[in-house]
T-cell receptor
């Protein structure tokens, strides 16, 4: 596609429920990243994919968080047993790889009530 | 811990003035440096990047890098109200294209 597409744009969920966030990167971009941004805060790195593999999962905050990427394209970030502190904007970005800048999607605003 | 520090602001400048945004980083091995602009409620968009010491100009924007002092700055000339946004500094320190972001500086350009 022309840009990085994320869905849903907004998600309200009850504490303890599982959620899935989807990212469709720019066609041809081999690298895909997940970040999250809490209100008024900077971006916190979560995970990075090169193709379908994830060489760096160091930012995942707990084992409730997992992510996968299939076909070198779409990625899904799953949060199990959501907690209120998981509330944030989850941003996906893609790039051609190497040391190049990212193109960000519009984000998914997750609210856990 | 790899840290990227920015003054949160807000930095207020009058229209037409030069806005100077600064960023310091802790990892001396950092290799590339990017500036993103983020409007309220929107996602960040890339505006400048710099790899080498010195200045890099692109239109009204100039990025300055000093690796010895571990700081990178962004100058915005002839500031416009439309430049009002939060500016995020991002630093890359490895080969995986993973960037560490500062918390951003909020810029207000007053008409």
């Amino acid at each position: 596609g022309a840009g990085v597409s994320q869905s849903p744009s907004n998600k309200v969920t009850e504490k303890g429920k599982d959620v899935e966030l989807r990212c469709d990167p720019i066609s041809g971009h081999t690298a895909l990243y997940w970040y999250r941004q809490s209100l008024g805060q900077g971006l916190e790195f979560l995970i990075y994919f090169q193709g379908n593999s994830a060489p760096d999962k160091s930012g995942l905050p707990s084992d409730r968080f997992s992510a996968e990427r299939t076909g070198g394209s779409v990625s899904t970030l799953t949060i199990q047993r959501t907690q209120q502190e998981d509330s944030a904007v989850y941003l996906c970005a893609s790039s051609l790889g190497g040391t190049t800048g990212y193109t960000f999607g519009s984000g998914t605003r997750l609210t856990v009530v | 811990q790899k840290e990227v520090e920015q003054n949160s602001g807000p930095l207020s400048v009058p229209e037409g003035a030069i806005a100077s945004l600064n960023c310091t980083y802790s990892d001396r091995g950092s290799q590339s440096f990017f500036w993103y602009r983020q409007y309220s409620g929107k996602s960040p968009e890339l505006i400048m990047f710099i790899y080498s010491n010195g200045d890099k100009e692109d239109g009204r924007f100039t990025a300055q890098l000093n690796k010895a002092s571990q700081y990178v700055s962004l100058l915005i000339r002839d500031s416009q109200p439309s430049d009002s946004a939060t500016y995020l500094c991002a630093v890359n320190t490895d080969n995986f294209n993973k960037f560490y972001f500062g918390s951003g500086t909020k810029l207000n350009v007053k008409p």
